[in-house]
């Protein structure tokens, strides 16, 4: 069996479409054939310097909708990575093999950094992607579920992995493969179908939130932004805005984006927008209704993440002691 690893922010109070289509419902697929571990990343949260108390609160709320996505603590191992410190451990290691100029061709921290102004950006927020490959590395990794935006970021911990197999000798860390599903790869924001949709995008009114009002998700379904054609159709490229729209339409219901066209012949895109906004409310009311009954018990929530990091220790602990040895630290007695 392959091992699997993947993580998601603890940056906002509710998960958005994109990391559900695009990750979270690969992370339930492939749980039941793979050894699965999953992470609410908390450190990678401290890049952009939350309110503490804020933090704690959306780290629940994030396992809360890992779970009732449907990921299984029973045959996953769900954990919060700050209780596992082999994570931060392992990145300083990583981020003396990984070349300054290399980091600062990640195009995320560019775009993010461009937001922040240089001095509003941490080091940590340059550092993030060695921090993912410890992530990675730290399992033995195989195969990592994520959506588009995380392939460069990807293609750094391969780069790593390799590296430490060249100096340090094969067998130090194994090399990971992208597990990106290309129909849900990239769900775009609803108000610029240009730029992919995420949770701590400046507006959220071009976000679809797992957790928000059902009748906010309609309004801004109906508010989507289009183009002035009237026909519907899927062509990415000339009509970004339709075309998520079908995507999304697509994934939730199973049906295929072409059998999705030809019932909306001769329609409108208000229809398709109404059409669509029911299926999204139809899909969020029973998730809603499973976080919220797992965040009324948040000492059994505790208890499931306490085991989880426990699992995950387990498997991180001799990896990092490989490392330390292979990199020539001097071992405790
Ligand atoms: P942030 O704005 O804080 O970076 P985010 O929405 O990008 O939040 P992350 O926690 O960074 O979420 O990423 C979690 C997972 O969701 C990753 O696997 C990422 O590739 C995936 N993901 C994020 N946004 C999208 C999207 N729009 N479409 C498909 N997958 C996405
Ligand atoms: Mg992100």
Not at 193 to 208: D, Q, V, W
Not at 272 to 296: I, M, N, S
């Amino acid at each position: 069996r392959s091992r699997i690893f993947s993580g998601m922010q603890p940056t906002s109070d509710s998960l958005q479409l994109g990391n559900y289509l695009g990750a979270l419902t690969q992370w339930v697929a492939l749980q039941d054939e793979h050894d699965a571990i999953y992470c609410v990343v908390d450190l990678h949260a401290l890049t952009v310097n939350p309110d503490p108390a804020v933090l704690r609160d959306r780290t629940r709320r994030t396992a809360a909708q890992f779970l009732a996505a449907g990921v299984d603590p029973a045959r996953s191992i769900l954990f919060v990575q700050s209780h596992v410190p082999e994570h931060a451990e392992l990145a300083w290691l990583l981020s003396c093999q990984t070349g300054f100029g290399e980091a600062g061709r990640m195009t995320q921290f560019k775009d993010k950094s461009s937001k922040q102004g240089s001095e509003g950006t941490t080091v940590g927020l340059f550092t993030y992607p060695v921090l993912m490959a410890a992530d990675i590395l730290l399992y033995d990794t195989n195969l990592v579920p994520v959506g588009e935006d995380q392939r460069q970021h990807l293609e750094l911990s391969r780069d790593l992995a390799q590296r430490l197999n060249q100096r340090f000798g094969p067998g130090t860390a194994v090399v990971p493969d992208p597990h990106i599903v290309k129909a849900t790869a990239k769900i775009y924001d609803l108000q610029d179908p240009t730029s992919k949709m995420s949770k701590s995008a400046e507006s959220p009114n071009g976000l679809i939130e797992l957790l928000d009002d059902p009748k906010v998700v309609a309004k801004r379904i109906r508010s989507a932004v289009t183009d002035a054609e009237r026909e519907i159709r899927f062509d990415p490229a000339a009509k970004p805005g339709i075309s998520n729209l079908l995507t999304i339409y697509s994934a939730l219901t199973g049906r295929p984006v072409d059998a999705i066209v030809a019932d909306y012949d001769g329609k409108g895109y208000g229809d398709l927008k109404k059409d669509l906004a029911e299926v999204v409310v139809g899909f969020l009311a029973p998730f809603q209704e499973r976080v919220h009954g797992y965040l009324a018990d948040p000492a059994s929530l505790d208890e499931v993440l306490a085991d989880g990091a426990d699992r995950a220790q387990a498997l991180a602990a001799p990896t990092l002691e490989r490392l330390y040895d292979r990199f020539g630290l001097l071992r405790r007695r």
